[in-house]
C-alpha cells in the first residue's frame, strides 16, 4: 500500500452523505502509515472532519501525524448519527480485523463546533498508542475565527490559539553544523 503521504493546506468541505451511520460522507479518509496530515481545513462535512481507519487485514494508520489542521462544524447535517461529527476520528473497522495504530502523534489542532466534542478512539483503536496533546476544542473557549458564518476560520487578534502550539518534536542531543538528531 501507500505510505508515507503528504496532506497539507487543503480545505475540505461540504461533502454530502447517503445517510447516518458508515453512509455518512466525511472530509477526508486516510489509511496510510507515516503519512503527515497538516494544515489542513475540514468544515461543514456531513459526517467527521477527518477520519484515519483501517479496514483490510494487515492495514495500518502506524506512525500517523496530525498536525495543526482545523476541524468545525462537521456532522450537523440531517440525519447524522450520534457517533458522527466528531473533528477526528481513528477507527480500526472490526476487532477481527488486524491494524496497527501505534504512534500516531494529534497535536496543535482546533476542533471546534463540530456536532461531537474533539476525538474520537473506536473501542477497537487503543488510545493507548497515541499523543493527543495541545488540540484545542470545545471546552477550551471560542477560538476566535475571524469570520466563521462567511467560512473565514483565520484566527483573530487576542485568539487563544496564537502561539499556543506546543513543539512537534524535540532533539535527542545537541548537533553540530546542519546536523541536530531529533
Known amino acids: 500500500g501507500n505510505s508515507h503521504l503528504v496532506f497539507d493546506s487543503n480545505v475540505v468541505r461540504n461533502s454530502a452523505g447517503f445517510g447516518a451511520g458508515p453512509y455518512a ?3 477526508m479518509q486516510v489509511d496510510a ?5 497538516r494544515r489542513n481545513l475540514f468544515y461543514n462535512n456531513h459526517g467527521h472532519g477527518l477520519e484515519v481507519w483501517t479496514m483490510l487485514g494487515g ?3 502506524a506512525h500517523m501525524r ?3 489542521n482545523v476541524s468545525s462544524q462537521n456532522g450537523i447535517g440531517a440525519g447524522v448519527g450520534a457517533q458522527e461529527g466528531y473533528g477526528i476520528e481513528i477507527n480500526q473497522i472490526s476487532e477481527s480485523v488486524p491494524g496497527d495504530f501505534r504512534d500516531v502523534v494529534i ?3 482546533v476542533l471546534y463546533r463540530n456536532k461531537n466534542v474533539g476525538i474520537y ?4 483503536a487503543d488510545s493507548n498508542d497515541h499523543v493527543d496533546a495541545n ?3 470545545d471546552f477550551n473557549g471560542n477560538p476566535y ?5 462567511n467560512n473565514d476560520f483565520h484566527l483573530t487578534l487576542g485568539s487563544p490559539c496564537i502561539d499556543a502550539g506546543a513543539f512537534l518534536t524535540k532533539t535527542r542531543q545537541a548537533g553540530s553544523g546542519t546536523t541536530i538528531l531529533v
Do not use: L, M, V
Open 25 to 27: 460522507a466525511y472530509g
Open 33 to 37: 502509515p507515516y503519512a503527515i496530515i
Open 121 to 124: 478512539y473506536k473501542p477497537q
Open 59 to 61: 492495514a495500518t494508520g
Open 107 to 109: 497535536k496543535n489542532n
Open 145 to 149: 475565527f475571524a469570520d466563521e458564518g
Open 66 to 68: 496530525i498536525y495543526n
Open 135 to 137: 488540540n484545542f476544542k
